[in-house]
């Protein structure tokens, strides 16, 4: 079992038992660990997906707490990285797909985050807007 594997392992075990600061710690750590893994090996999916995955649970784990903002920013983050990947050239073709593809599960927690806790008028009208772009540039498999 990698490190990253076992931090977040050790966090989703202290989240379920609401020890919030110890889960806290242990998904900033697992994205520490998974941030350098992914400086080798920058096309790795398992890595993204588990990247993706510990900044989401830090979103939920904020939100239970009431911090609404900092919920807010741990779902913009592979949001944003998501939009990045999809879009730049120094990734392969089929990576850019996978990330294209990440953006839809990057972008649904955003909306419904929105819809729990109002955003301005021109966040949820980005975020919309997005919606239907990321809808538009999904490729059509047969």
Known sequence: MEIWQALLQRANYSFNHNLWAQAEEYYHQAI????????????????????????????????????????FRYLQIPHQRMTEISQHPAYSDEFQFIALRFLKSTLTPLLEFSKKHPACDSCLASLQKMAVEVAARQPILH
């Open 32 to 71: 520490e660990c998974l941030e350098e893994k992914w400086r080798d090996d920058i096309e790795n999916v398992a890595l993204l997906q588990a990247w993706v995955g510990a900044f989401h649970h830090l979103a939920i784990l904020y939100e239970e707490q009431s911090k609404p903002r900092i919920a």
